[in-house]
């Protein structure tokens, strides 16, 4: 594996948020747009080796074809690699924006869309990305299901998952529940989670997770993304980074 990786993940971003077109929501529309802007516009100035997008990078899937477009030709843009889930926001439900649009045709991102789950290995980082695609936001679906084991030591191994946190012993009728046991039973060096809009730590003994927030603001909660540090022989470092609204 490599002695460094630096991973920017990130997600939440609910791009056309409350948009139904009109002037009566252009507002939101252009607000959400701008916080995307600010984001990647931070992210590459910390240089990271992968970006890690945890799904809902729109609001619905009634997203207009000019913002999913002009999405991904942010994406396209960027001069690092780019691995996305979809999130309950923008599952794949029939009809759904990654149904209609292939993400999968730009040439630095991977949306892992497989309902089973599925790894994309990125050589030239020794870096496997493990995550799956969501049709259904329901308690039924499971997140961190199907997580693969006996892992390979020659790289390092990331996983991604959307959803709510669930503590051992509480009683969850919540839907994509991320089970604690699951993300302690995980061989990941990481696991980058969303859908919580405030970073929060869910790290158990044996494995680190971490939640991201949002880019938008939430409450007392300054917008955020993380970058994290995998280093060879050393615990993982995960650093929190404001994302400046004045910028």
């Not at 799904?55 to 843009?77: I, S």
Request: glycine letters at 8%; hydrophobic letters at 40%.
């Amino acid at each position: 594996m490599r002695p460094t990786l630096k991973l920017a993940h990130c997600s939440d971003i609910h791009l056309d948020y409350d948009y139904y077109g009109g002037d009566r929501n252009i507002a939101k529309h252009e607000y959400y747009c701008d916080l995307f802007g600010k984001l990647l516009t931070d992210i590459s100035a910390a240089k990271p080796d992968v970006m890690l997008l945890a799904g809902d990078l729109f609001d619905h899937n009634r997203a207009a074809d000019p913002t999913v477009v002009w999405a991904m030709e942010m994406l396209g843009k960027l001069d690092f690699p780019v691995v996305m889930i979809p999130g309950n926001h923008d599952c794949l439900v029939d009809n759904a924006i990654y149904l209609r649009h292939d993400f999968n045709q730009i040439a630095n991102v991977t949306l892992l869309d497989e309902l089973h789950g599925q790894t994309v290995e990125l050589d030239q980082l020794k870096l496997a990305v493990w995550g799956k695609g969501m049709r259904d936001h329901t308690p039924d679906n499971q997140p961190l299901d199907g997580v693969p084991t006996g892992l390979n030591g020659g790289n390092w191994h990331v996983g991604m998952g959307h959803g709510i946190p669930v503590a051992t012993g509480v009683d969850c009728i919540n839907s994509s529940p991320i089970h604690e046991a699951q993300i302690e039973a995980s061989e990941f060096n990481y696991l980058a989670l969303g859908h919580l809009h405030a970073v929060r730590d869910v790290s158990t003994a044996n494995s680190t997770a971490f939640y991201c927030g949002a880019p938008s603001p939430v409450m007392d909660e300054c917008g955020a993304w993380l970058m994290t540090t995998l280093e060879e022989n050393k615990p993982t470092q995960v650093e929190v980074v404001e994302l400046d609204l004045n910028s």
